[in-house]
């Protein structure tokens, strides 16, 4: 669904209960959770 | 002159891009819902004039992100493309994407050329565009595809978007020469697919390459070519590298074309999804706000639905008596007025609150608001071995357990789906309502407690509350039981807010109530009339049974009408229905039970909502009065043991108790069947449920008599 390699990923929000992510890729907004997110290697934009 | 033409559309897009809006304003009320076979998948057809000459049968495909299926219903876009080169398969595919998210978009509309079916290329939600500061270069983008691209925006500029469709469809279908846009296997490994060509010339590269690895394979294969294919799977190395070069390279095309026809300017953008999220996913206001939506959503079932509902039942038992009276007597009249006549009206009376559950429904999950409910109760439904998007399903439970199990289908994790699907039946649906409403009425006083509180009503949110927290239970406990292996893969989208369409929503609601009728409403109908037949007739001592109490009647002092009341009830008894609600009595004595009730649970164990019906039609069956109402009928029913009333409090609450737990529809049991495609789980639903039903009951009779 678009996070691929070199995508900029933004964190929207975070739930409540501290799970699931509310991420931006690419510019869909998704919404997964940190297991999942875990996975996605990030660098700090910025 | 040619003569006239009819060609067939796929619409197919990613979920939320306004492809089933499209559908709608196309083909409006000319559509119809059937099945794909072998899969419990809706197929929605119809069809629209292009032009003069050219027809259009219009298919709306399963929303779907890209061609490699994750779910049933991604699967089965495959299929449909894969078997594009048959009769009936697309001429034109119209894909449908939503200009925010046109990157993602594209990932699937260039799939789709690559398997070279004229593709029209409708880009949605134009007047969002000034909005977000997004800028389209057309013609550009034209070229560059290799398509027709129409921009439009379908709730506002409904006539001139679709009036634009049409046109391209028509131009795409003219110059069928379809491009493909990607190429993938020159960027990959041009040797692995040279000889995968080989392999079989009957099929593209693209063609072969998505069987090998999706699995997936056209109706058209033969079996050898399939085996070959296999073997030739097997012997490679390197797929899921391939696959993922491929997903990266698509990805690097559409950058470079969106770079010269796509500009976004965020200085322009103005953020309404900022604002509305942060309320609706607040940790405080966002459960508040969902538990107020419930709360007004059941609010209003009751409160809009309670006056239909009297009037449907008013008016099929006066219809019952005005045929009563009119036809000539004999069987005939009896099988119109005493079978199918409440039959329908047992199926008519859901109407109502069923409608407007979907309604509700409906505008959640056109508004976008869906999705967060989803996010918020992710984590909460995890404890309980369920996913957030099992929220769905157990709202929907609340009307009725079958489209709910339906809804199941896009939770991904086999486990968290099977669990849901499991404990959705003990949700209060609409059909134990009626069941609920009769006995409530019989047994509760209509008071009022603390001055506001209606005790029914009160009564009846606690059966609510009841199945609710019986469903989260056995779900923990089959979390913790259950030895099933599953990975679930967790993606859900967060769509913009959207003002919803009247028009989608009235379809939506229509077909699903549509759906509800003719699946549940026939097994409704047919066992009213096979109970109206089975209380009709019996065995010899049937017949004899109106000649012995005239005979033993003679020398009482007995007015003609008690007699009739005899003799009806005396017939009751011996006939087909009265024999096996007998036997079955010593069984449900213990739940405080006779055999007339014994008749109605043996005929509810096909749908709950025929207690109410069966019960009119065991009391109907002779009776005089045709007007008076079940309820009134139910209510003058005399415990010949006691003396007292038949349904006293004990056994109402007994038989609110097993009601609420028993697993009682046959639809839904097919259903299950068919979702977890044996038959281990709806028996163990069958049994487990109705196990917890007869213990519970009880109990509970026991201890109240």
Redesign the interface.
């Known amino acids: 669904?678009?996070c691929?390699?070199g995508a900029e990923v933004e964190l929207?929000?975070i739930?409540?209960?501290?799970?699931?992510l509310?991420i931006c890729v690419?510019?869909?907004?998704?919404?997964?959770?940190k297991e999942?997110a875990a996975k996605i290697e990030i660098i700090k934009a910025k | 002159m040619s003569s006239k033409k009819t060609i067939n559309v796929a619409l197919i897009g990613n979920p939320n891009t306004g492809k089933t809006s499209l559908f709608n304003q196309l083909t409006g009320l000319n559509q119809k819902v059937g099945n794909y076979p072998g899969v419990t998948v809706d197929k929605k057809e119809g069809s629209s004039r292009l032009s003069n000459k050219l027809k259009a049968v219009f298919t709306d495909l399963p929303g779907t992100?890209s061609i490699n299926p994750t779910s049933i219903d991604e699967t089965i876009v495959l299929k449909t493309l894969l078997n594009s080169r048959e009769e009936k398969t697309p001429d034109v595919i119209v894909v449908v994407a939503d200009v925010?998210?046109?990157?993602?978009n594209l990932?699937l509309f260039s799939q789709i050329k690559d398997l070279q079916i004229p593709t029209v290329l409708a880009i949605n939600m134009a007047d969002q565009m000034k909005r977000k500061g997004i800028t389209v270069d057309l013609k550009l983008l034209e070229r560059e595809l290799g398509s027709e691209v129409v921009l439009m925006s379908i709730r506002k500029e409904t006539e001139k978007g679709i009036a634009e469709v049409k046109k391209a469809i028509i131009t795409t279908y003219a110059n069928v020469k379809a491009q493909p846009l990607c190429n993938v296997n020159n960027k990959i490994d041009p040797v692995f697919f040279e000889k995968l060509k080989e392999i079989n010339p009957k099929y593209s590269i693209y063609e072969l390459w998505l069987m090998l690895t999706q699995n997936s394979f056209p109706d058209s294969i033969t079996k050898k070519e399939k085996e070959e294919l296999l073997a030739f799977k097997n012997g490679s190395k390197n797929l899921k590298k391939y696959q993922h070069k491929e997903?990266?390279y698509r990805?690097q095309k559409i950058n470079e074309i969106l770079k010269k026809t796509y500009l976004?300017d965020r200085s322009k953008a103005s953020d309404v999804?900022?604002k509305l999220?942060k309320v609706f996913?607040?940790?405080i206001y966002?459960?508040i706000l969902f538990f107020a939506i419930l709360l007004l959503i059941f609010q209003s079932i009751f409160d809009w639905s309670s006056l239909p509902m009297d009037l449907i039942d008013n008016t099929f038992a006066s219809l019952s008596s005005y045929v009563k009276s009119q036809l000539p007597l004999g069987v005939l009249n009896n099988l119109i007025s005493e079978g199918i006549i409440p039959g329908i009206g047992g199926i008519v009376i859901f109407i109502p609150q069923i409608s407007i559950l979907f309604l509700f429904i409906a505008i959640l999950e056109e508004t976008g608001y869906m999705?967060r409910v989803?996010?918020?109760m992710?984590?909460?439904m995890r404890r309980f071995g369920m996913s957030?998007k099992s929220v769905i399903p157990l709202i929907s439970g609340t009307a009725c357990a079958i489209p709910a199990i339906m809804a199941t289908r896009n939770i991904s994790g086999w486990k968290e789906r099977l669990i849901t699907i499991l404990v959705t039946p003990f949700t209060t649906c609409s059909a134990r309502l009626p069941v609920y409403a009769i006995i409530i009425a019989l047994v509760i006083p209509d008071k009022k407690i603390i001055g506001i509180l209606n005790l029914q009503g009160l009564i009846l949110l606690s059966l609510y509350v009841l199945g609710f927290v019986t469903a989260i239970l056995a779900a923990i406990i089959l979390h913790k039981t259950l030895k099933v292996k599953s990975t679930?893969?967790?993606?859900?989208?967060?769509?913009d807010y959207k003002v919803p369409s009247i028009k989608n929503i009235f379809l939506n609601v229509v077909e699903k109530t549509k759906t509800f009728i003719f699946g549940a409403g026939k097994i409704i109908l047919a066992i009213s009339i096979i109970l109206w037949f089975l209380a009709s007739n019996g065995p010899q001592s049937y017949k004899d049974v109106e000649k012995n109490i005239i005979e033993n009647s003679a020398h009482q002092q007995i007015t003609p009408e008690e007699l009739n009341q005899k003799v009806a009830s005396a017939k009751l008894e011996k006939s087909y229905i009265g024999i096996m609600g007998k036997s079955i009595e010593p069984i449900i004595k213990p739940l405080g039970y006779d055999w007339k009730i014994g008749i109605a649970l043996i005929s509810s164990f096909a749908a709950r909502e025929v207690f109410v019906g069966t019960l009119a039609t065991i009391y109907s069956v002779g009776s005089e009065d045709d007007t008076a109402t079940i309820k009134q009928r139910m209510a003058s029913e005399i415990n010949l043991q006691t003396g007292e009333k038949r349904f006293n409090l004990p056994v109402g609450i007994s038989l609110l108790v097993f009601y609420a737990f028993a697993m009682q529809c046959m639809a839904t049991l097919a259903i299950v069947k068919r979702e977890t495609k044996s038959w281990k789980w709806p028996l163990i639903q069958l049994f487990g449920m109705g196990a917890l039903a007869y213990i519970c009951s009880f109990i509970v009779y026991q201890l109240l008599s």
């Open positions: 669904m678009g691929l390699p929207i929000q739930a409540p209960l501290k799970d699931p509310y690419n510019g869909s907004h998704l919404a997964i959770r999942t | 992100y925010e998210n046109l990157k993602r990932l997903t990266i990805y976004v999804r900022a999220d996913t607040h940790k966002g459960y999705s989803v996010f918020l992710d984590k909460i957030g679930s893969f967790f993606v859900v989208e967060m769509p």
